[in-house]
């Protein structure tokens, strides 16, 4: 076990907490579970709230460009209102559930280069002191990955993965962010066009599929990007010829001409009305000219991956070794060097 001594607010002496995740990694919507380790400091002190906040590194569009920053998307108080004394040391328990829209960090156990982690808070003599960092590992949904899975049969690639900070119009997106997960097409569709990019919108009862191909152009026509949504029920996870209903979702995807704001439209209406919008997997499929979200859309370079994508689905190899090195110094990097308070050191 790691303490990590707290010091902002409230000196040399104040308590230390090391928070300790179950092992494994968990899926959006499920629990989360673990324990806080408190050590009491210097004096007593009273421990008036224990909140752990869910972290993200995102990247941004903006005039001048992209940038990427820390944004915490769900906070839990997990115990408070209690007397540590000097020195003692106390475990606190905790469960709750992530939120549906969680990103996915791993497929089939490897790393897609996504960084998430937990952060403890504690509230102590009306201050907020920082606690200790821990990565999160999140596994797709079970209808998540049959979807991926199918990608891989279809033969498209991984390509890379990331966070982008904004919503996506006409969805039921509830995070300030959603995850694109980057594929290199087939050679089926590598002539039509020049990547697919797959979001998931999970909720309680099912998900929205939204793919979105950068459309290669002809010889009298200029390249686009297509924009499609479908829902997906989790009951149709185990109970659907997969491939052939993303291939069949890819080909009217390229074909579209009608407008995505009128399906979204009819998407929320849905929901208004109290239909369930997940009770197909044909779900909507529509067309956007050039834009995902508010305030625009782009996505970056790949991270230096590879990838085996075959009858076993899409899995994420290694050039070189160079993507575990680049992530192990992404992940350092955030949970190292992004909080002053986090500079206090540690004790064992």
Sequence with gaps: MVFKRLLGSLGVGGP??????????????GQIGGQVLLRGGGAEFTIEH?????????????????????????????????RLGAEEERSVPFSFPLPWETPVT???GQSLGLTLGVRTELGIAG??????????????????????DAFGELGFGFKSADLELGHIRGSGQQL???Q??????????????????????AGPGGL???????RRGGFLSDGDDALSLFTVGHQDAGRTDWATEVDGWIGRLLDRHAGYDAVAAHHAYEQHHGHDPYASHHGHEGHDGHRKHDGGHGSRPGMGTAIAAG???????????????EVVDEVGDFFEGDDEDDDAGEED
């Design 176 to 178: 300030p962010f959603y």
């Design 16 to 29: 230390a907490v090391d928070t300790v995740l179950d092992p494994g990694a968990v899926t959006p919507g």
């Design 208 to 214: 929205d599929v939204v793919l979105e191909a950068d």
């Design 127 to 148: 201050a907020r002191d920082k606690g200790d960092l821990d990565p999160l590992t999140v596994r797709p949904l079970p209808a998540q990955e049959a979807v991926l």
């Design 106 to 108: 791993e497929l089939h």
């Design 50 to 82: 224990i909140t752990l906040e869910l972290i993200a590194r995102v990247e941004s569009e903006h005039a001048e460009g992209e940038s990427e920053g820390v944004v915490v998307f769900h906070r839990h108080v997990v115990g408070g209102h209690f």
């Design 180 to 201: 694109e997960i980057e594929l290199i097409p087939s050679p089926r569709y590598a002539h039509r066009m020049k990547e697919l990019e797959v979001t998931f919108l």
């Design 311 to 325: 009858a076993a689905g899409l899995a994420v190899g290694v050039v070189g070794g160079m993507v575990a090195a």
